[in-house]
């Protein structure tokens, strides 16, 4: 796909996810056999829920039915939104890790793996966990320092509102 398209396609579109609240992140076109694939991902501070999802994919649709954007040729729309461990490469993508547990590859090739408790202009307050039973420690991490970030998945992490999840179903049983 030629930049040129890309940027068309990015100017097209973007004007309509943003009207349904939502950010354009992502647009990639790729062949699938004889089909071409145009996959468009969104999201936005509060996530993208399936009705969302759909939403924005009837509009985005539509559009792409009137113009000839995509060309003649047959393809395929699919809208989704980012995976579970995608880059970090936005202001608001650090803003929305917030809480998250993320692994940064710093600037002078070292690797931090540290949770985002505030994010400002500059950079982030991090909460970096203790190893072999330490202590967490604090540690501020200018934006310029970092090479590459992405979010991790994590499958153990208590909630804090763990203890609360208790008082919740008794009160519901009690409705």
């Known amino acids: 796909m030629s930049t040129t398209q890309n940027e068309r396609l990015r100017e097209l579109l973007e004007p309509l996810v943003s009207s349904q609240g939502l950010d354009l992140e992502e647009i990639e076109v790729a062949s699938v056999g004889r089909k071409r694939v145009l996959r468009v991902v969104v999201d936005s501070d509060e996530g993208a829920d399936l009705d969302a999802i759909a939403d924005v994919s009837r509009?985005?649709?539509?559009?792409?039915?009137?113009?000839?954007?995509?060309?003649?040729?047959?393809?395929?729309l699919e809208v989704g939104t980012p995976g579970a461990e995608r880059p970090l490469?936005?202001?608001?993508?650090?803003?929305?890790?917030?809480?998250?547990?993320v692994k940064f590859q710093l600037n002078d090739d070292t690797e931090l793996v540290a949770r985002i408790l505030k994010v400002d202009d500059e950079g982030l307050d991090l909460e970096v966990p203790g190893v072999k039973g330490r202590k967490a420690t604090s540690r501020r991490l200018d934006f310029?320092?970092?090479?590459?970030?992405?979010?991790?998945?994590?499958?153990?992490?208590?909630?804090?509102?763990?203890?609360?999840?208790?008082?919740?179903?008794?009160?519901?049983?009690?409705a």
């Open 89 to 101: 490469t936005e202001h608001r993508h650090y803003v929305r890790a917030t809480d998250r547990l």
């Open 59 to 76: 509009a985005l649709s539509a559009k792409l039915d009137e113009t000839d954007a995509m060309g003649d040729g047959e393809y395929e």
């Open 144 to 174: 310029t320092d970092i090479a590459k970030a992405r979010v991790q998945v994590e499958f153990n992490r208590k909630n804090k509102n763990d203890s609360n999840d208790s008082d919740n179903n008794d009160n519901e049983e009690e």
